[in-house]
């Protein structure tokens, strides 16, 4: 039998999973879709967006994460402080649930669009030319040619991105997000134990498992197009 400190630590830690989980699914829900303008403007012609871009990307793939949800955290109240407004002082505070995702979105995004950009730029010109040839409009040979092709050769890294992001979730706690391992380390504190991080261990191992094999399947039914 399970004796009831146990039992009270595993549901603890169950909901800190599904705090975990809400994080993981809501950044690939808002990172992926956005990834594709960030991945267009790095590739655009206009060299002003494209170099606008590169700099963004730059900032973000060159700074750690949880510098960035500190700031994402901290730095609106921080700047909003500094303001009066006929002689009040402005005050703002983030939830923070909502700037964590909003700071693993931001992101994820840009480490997506460096993805999709290799996918893109790996297709031959000459698929492009022979499409125009054959009737087919921009969107068209995007859509029905190219995307298909991409899709194919980015499941690896995206399923190496996507796994990080599992454990790259344990991050938020950095500014209060009650997530898996925060919930962990405070029962290892409470119990002198050191059980909650073994099983928070086997929660994410789980969790890991599932995407790996998620994109095993996914690489496995898209392989007709190679």
């Given at each position: 039998?399970?004796?009831?400190?146990?039992?009270?630590?595993?549901?603890?830690?169950?909901?800190?999973?599904?705090?975990?989980?809400?994080?993981?699914?809501?950044?690939?829900?808002?990172?992926?879709?956005?990834?594709?303008?960030?991945?267009?403007?790095?590739?655009?012609?206009?060299?002003?967006?494209?170099?606008?871009?590169?700099?963004?990307?730059?900032?973000?793939?060159?700074?750690?994460?949880?510098?960035?949800?500190?700031?994402?955290?901290?730095?609106?109240?921080?700047?909003?402080?500094?303001?009066?407004?006929?002689?009040?002082?402005?005050?703002?505070?983030?939830?923070?649930?909502?700037?964590?995702?909003?700071?693993?979105?931001?992101?994820?995004a840009a480490y997506f669009a460096e993805i999709y950009r290799g996918?893109?730029?790996?297709?031959?010109?000459?698929?492009?030319?022979?499409?125009?040839?054959?009737g087919y409009t921009s969107s068209q040979t995007f859509f029905r040619?190219?995307?298909?092709?991409?899709?194919?050769?980015?499941?690896?890294?995206?399923?190496?991105?996507?796994?990080?992001?599992?454990?790259?979730?344990?991050?938020?706690?950095?500014?209060?997000?009650?997530?898996?391992?925060?919930?962990?380390?405070?029962?290892?504190?409470?119990?002198?134990?050191?059980?909650?991080?073994?099983?928070?261990?086997?929660?994410?191992?789980?969790?890991?498992?599932?995407?790996?094999?998620?994109?095993?399947?996914?690489?496995?039914?898209?392989?007709?197009?190679?």
């Open positions: 039998m399970i004796s009831e400190r146990y039992l009270k630590m595993l549901l603890a830690m169950l909901q800190g999973t599904v705090t975990s989980l809400e994080v993981f699914f809501l950044t690939l829900l808002f990172s992926l879709p956005l990834a594709m303008p960030i991945a267009m403007g790095r590739m655009s012609k206009n060299k002003i967006l494209s170099a606008s871009t590169n700099v963004f990307l730059l900032i973000i793939r060159g700074t750690p994460l949880m510098l960035q949800l500190l700031v994402v955290y901290f730095g609106p109240g921080l700047i909003i402080r500094q303001l009066v407004l006929h002689g009040y002082s402005i005050s703002f505070r983030w939830n923070r649930f909502v700037a964590a995702i909003v700071a693993l979105v931001i992101n994820y996918g893109i730029e790996s297709i031959p010109k000459g698929q492009y030319e022979a499409a125009k040839v054959l040619i190219i995307l298909p092709q991409v899709i194919k050769r980015i499941v690896p890294a995206m399923g190496n991105e996507v796994i990080t992001l599992v454990k790259d979730t344990a991050l938020v706690s950095v500014i209060g997000v009650s997530e898996l391992l925060m919930v962990a380390k405070e029962r290892q504190g409470a119990m002198f134990s050191f059980a909650p991080l073994f099983i928070a261990g086997v929660f994410y191992f789980i969790m890991n498992w599932g995407v790996s094999f998620a994109f095993q399947k996914l690489e496995k039914k898209l392989s007709y197009y190679m």
